[in-house]
């Protein structure tokens, strides 16, 4: 698939919304969102530029500031951070369930 065939292939894909998820994302652009979806997604800043039509100069940027935010020094530990902040989240409305609701966890 080339360049631009990848770019109009993804352009339909639904992009995961960071910024409500993990606090220190709140601020961030619609672009850099986009970004953060697809480097979570397994893509490389090359490929990333390609399926948001900018160079990857440009990605490189956002990049940097993301991973500012997060705290962390590569993609590896942006995916990571993000994966956190999402099992934390996913945990907290678990509890909060649980909290209203007297489910037995155990037959005994």
């Known amino acids: 698939m080339n360049d631009e065939a ?4 993804h352009a339909n894909t639904p992009v ?22 697809w480097l979570c997604e397994g893509k490389q800043r090359g490929h990333i530029a390609d399926i948001l039509g900018i160079s990857p100069r440009t990605v490189e940027g956002h990049l940097r ?5 997060l705290g962390v ?5 942006a995916v990571a ?3 956190h902040a ?3 989240r996913y945990q907290a409305i678990i509890a909060a369930i649980l909290s209203r ?3 037995p966890l155990s037959d005994g």
Do not use: C, K, W
């Open 6 to 9: 990848d770019g109009a292939h």
């Open 16 to 37: 995961r919304d960071y910024r409500g998820i993990v606090p220190a994302l709140h601020g961030i652009t619609t672009r850099q969102n986009e970004m953060l979806h």
């Open 65 to 69: 500031v993301l991973y500012d935010l």
């Open 73 to 77: 020094d590569n993609g590896h530990g």
């Open 81 to 83: 951070a993000i994966s």
């Open 86 to 88: 999402i099992e934390a």
């Open 101 to 103: 609701r007297h489910f």
